[in-house]
């Protein structure tokens, strides 16, 4: 059984006519058992995001209001869907709302009063509804539009560690579960006529059954974890660009589509920041040989990027990456005294607690520079942990521009006379933080 795996982003199904057309995508692929992946809907998991943040600091009429508006949003796509208001997606998404309002309702009480409330916890509670409430409407419709389709809570199979907000993979369990579970669904096509196995990227859970999520972006991740388990041949992820561009086109305008990439080539610019695929999502497909195919949804018979095992293969264009958001933290001794390797290894530690990951960093002999993401929840804890060995300075609002296959001459335009507050340069990588 040749099994396709597909992921639909946000952007995919941010509306009425987004889902209508994604059924339009499943249409022609009508021949083959597909296991689709979806995120929440257009902007949903930075909404939740902000719902979170009113039950954390108990602002119950701000907490309200974001919920609604999650609400509503939900509810406008459900109305141009579904006319019947009868419909049974009509119970089952307000049955999803009401346990996420009893939830925050109950929470909020008692937020910021007991000494073991943690804030990963929540926030896999509440931000993973989003997966769940598109999922939930993405089949009805699909059921209602005549294709085959069953429904899988993923955290029946995803199965991880208890690191909420970026939870890891029980691959063993995960894999098990998976192979009794899709194939079967899949196997007598003729019999049950179902063709369609849907699930929800980004979540999963524990081994008590506690829902949790794998990281910002991580539904690219969960259809790898399908692809891979299923050992499938070819993987899909269905984005808002014509495939994996050698820029953002959204910031340059004059970027081009990569018709190929190397998996190699592939992590290394997911790594930096390229926002097109969740950096882990490689591996797994690269350890099988899976082939990983980006296409627009807006043309889904563009050609798109193929990205497979190309030995000896090299890009001859730049690629350009911008992070925003940026923070520089420079850490020198308090006695000018040299950063030694002691120092090093505690930095790193503590980093390692905070679950901060370095983009760049510069060593000197009495200080040492790393350039982060400006994540609102851990870096001030992480400078407060600084603060308590080390002269502690930072910069924030920066961005870090990433050229892979830089040129003479390829980063003059991108830094158009603003400062450069760290470079650094290796054979094939340029990267500066700029102001
Ligand atoms: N909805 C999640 C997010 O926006 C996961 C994803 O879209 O891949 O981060
Ligand atoms: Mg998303």
Not at 243 to 250: L, W
């Given at each position: 059984?040749?099994?396709?795996?597909?992921?639909?982003?946000?952007?995919?199904?941010?509306?009425?006519?987004?889902?209508?057309?994604v059924a339009g995508i499943l249409r022609k692929y009508k021949d083959d058992p597909i296991v689709m992946v979806v995120s929440a809907m257009g902007k949903t998991t930075n909404a939740l995001e902000e719902v979170l943040k009113y039950y954390i600091n108990g602002d119950p009429v701000s907490l309200i209001e974001a919920f609604e508006k999650v609400q509503k949003y939900h509810w406008n796509i459900l109305e141009e869907l579904f006319s019947d208001q009868d419909h049974v997606v009509y119970q089952t998404v307000d049955s999803l709302f009401n346990q996420l309002r009893g939830y925050i309702r109950k929470g909020h009480l008692y937020m910021g009063h007991t000494p073991d409330f943690d804030f990963d916890f929540e926030y896999d509670q509440i931000v993973s509804y989003g997966e769940l409430f598109s999922s939930a409407i993405v089949y009805h419709y699909l059921l209602e539009q005549g294709l085959h389709v069953v429904y899988q809570d993923v955290r029946d199979l995803i199965k991880t560690d208890r690191t909420f907000r970026d939870a890891r993979v029980n691959w063993e369990v995960t894999t098990n579960l998976i192979r009794n579970?899709?194939?079967?669904?899949?196997?007598?096509?003729?019999?049950?006529?179902v063709s369609v196995a849907l699930t929800q990227g980004f979540i999963g859970s524990d081994m008590h059954g506690d829902t949790t999520t794998l990281g910002r972006e991580g539904s690219d991740f969960t259809a790898a974890v399908f692809a891979y388990s299923l050992q499938v041949k070819e993987m899909t992820i269905w984005k808002d660009v014509p495939?994996?561009?050698?820029?953002?086109?959204?910031w340059r305008k004059e970027a081009i589509k990569l018709d190929t990439l190397s998996y190699r080539e592939a992590?290394?610019?997911?790594?930096?920041?390229?926002?097109?695929?969740?950096p882990k999502t490689i591996k797994p497909l690269e350890n099988s040989g899976i082939i990983l195919r980006v296409k627009s949804f807006s043309d889904p018979d563009g050609t798109g990027t193929t990205i497979e095992n190309l030995e000896s293969w090299t890009l001859d264009i730049p690629v350009f990456i911008r992070k925003q958001d940026q923070v520089l933290i420079s850490l020198s001794s308090r006695d000018f005294s040299f950063i030694m390797e002691e120092n090093l290894s505690q930095i790193f530690n503590i980093l390692a607690t905070y679950r901060v990951k370095v983009n760049v960093m510069q060593h000197s002999a009495i200080s040492f520079s790393i350039?982060?993401?400006?994540?609102?929840q851990k870096i001030p804890l992480l400078l407060e942990h600084?603060?308590?060995?080390?002269?502690?300075?930072?910069?924030?609002?920066?961005?870090?521009?990433?050229?892979?296959?830089?040129q003479p001459g390829t980063a003059e335009a991108l830094i158009n006379n603003r400062k450069i507050l760290m470079e650094q340069k290796s054979r094939l990588t340029l990267q500066l933080v700029l102001v």
């Open positions: 059984m040749d099994i396709k795996v597909f992921k639909f982003g946000g952007a995919s199904v941010c509306n009425a006519s987004g889902i209508r057309n579970a899709i194939p079967a669904y899949l196997a007598n096509r003729e019999k049950t006529g495939g994996v561009m050698n820029a953002d086109p959204k992590i290394e610019l997911a790594y930096y920041g390229a926002s097109v695929i969740h350039c982060v993401d400006n994540d609102p600084f603060r308590k060995d080390y002269k502690t300075r930072y910069n924030e609002g920066l961005e870090l521009i990433t050229i892979r296959h830089y």
